[in-house]
């Protein structure tokens, strides 16, 4: 396997949407019962990689689906090497796993932050295995759609 060194170049909240639905404040209501939809995308140009951070909070109600927070967030990070890197399967899936890392990690304070006053501050991303979350994209996605990485 290759040494690589990333850089974190920027972040951008693309989509910040957070409301406390009347549901929130209802007697029946858990916040256990709210579900989480994650997902997260890789985009490789030049020698810059994004990833792609979606978070999507949800309840039931009455068969009715509420949505409490959506979250989109980028991250771009520098990586030396880059096109050396995603010819190699074994280094390319090391460097994903540490971007995967990096922005969830970066990810689970920006929502909290975000979420400051709203029932779902009350919910916390807990801490992930990346190996795991890594394998979860990858059967998600060739379940739903081509595995291909784009290249610009």
Same mark, same amino acid.
Request: charge should be negative; proline fraction near 2%; hydrophobic fraction near 35%.
């Given at each position: 396997m290759n040494s690589f060194k990333i850089k974190l170049k920027n972040i951008k909240l693309l989509r910040s949407?957070?409301? =406390?639905?009347?549901?929130?404040? +209802?007697?029946?209501? #858990? &916040?256990?019962?709210?579900?989480?939809?994650?997902?997260?995308?890789?985009?490789?140009?030049?020698?810059y990689l994004q990833n792609f951070m979606h978070f999507k909070f949800e309840i039931e109600d009455s068969g009715k689906v509420i949505s409490l927070g959506h979250f989109d967030i980028i991250y771009t990070f520098e990586v030396n090497r880059l096109e050396d890197i995603v010819? =190699?399967?074994?280094?390319?899936? +090391?460097?994903?796993? #540490? &971007?995967?890392?990096?922005a969830y990690s970066t990810s689970r304070g920006i929502l909290y932050s975000e979420t400051k006053g709203y029932s779902l501050n009350d919910i916390h991303l807990q801490p992930i295995s990346p190996n795991d979350f890594y394998q979860s994209l990858l059967k998600d996605k060739a379940e739903t759609e081509d595995l291909s990485i784009s290249i610009d």
């Open positions: 949407e957070v409301r =406390d639905h009347p549901i929130v404040f +209802s007697e029946g209501f #858990n &916040i256990q019962d709210v579900q989480l939809e994650v997902d997260s995308k890789f985009n490789f140009s030049d020698k010819k =190699d399967e074994v280094t390319k899936k +090391s460097l994903q796993l #540490n &971007i995967i890392s990096i």
